[in-house]
């Protein structure tokens, strides 16, 4: 996750000739925002978690999903494309997927629990019932 949102920090102001991910204008914002943080050396967890989110959430119900509009998803396929075109193989690219959904669930885990009026009364009661 570092290396993903570090290489969106570096790339944020690449011209269409150089590689950048494709991001939607709230992500754009968010990284600013990351960026801006950066330089001042302050500690934001709250950012961090809200522009990584930014990439997990289902586009809106209006734009169609499209595997090439996802920076997350182009992220893997760039990381895991070798020098001669072809992609990595599955067997090397388990453990990889492995480490982003143990982050993917986190940062969902994390959402419920600080944003639980988004998810309804059943978070609220699992809360409850396993967590205090």
Known sequence: MVDFLAFMVKTLDNTEEDYRLPLTESQ??????LRSALH????????????FY???APPPDDQPFKRWDDALLCWLAVTN???DGTFNPAHKLTGQLAKWEYV????????SVTNTN???????????????
């Open 28 to 33: 754009v914002e968010l990284i600013k925002m």
């Open 40 to 51: 001042h050396q302050e500690k934001d967890i709250g950012l961090l978690h809200k522009l």
């Open 54 to 56: 930014a990439f997990l």
């Open 81 to 83: 494309l070798r020098e």
């Open 104 to 111: 993917i669930r986190g940062a969902g885990l994390y959402e």
């Open 118 to 132: 988004s998810f309804g009364t059943l978070v609220e009661s699992d809360i409850h019932q396993h967590w205090i």
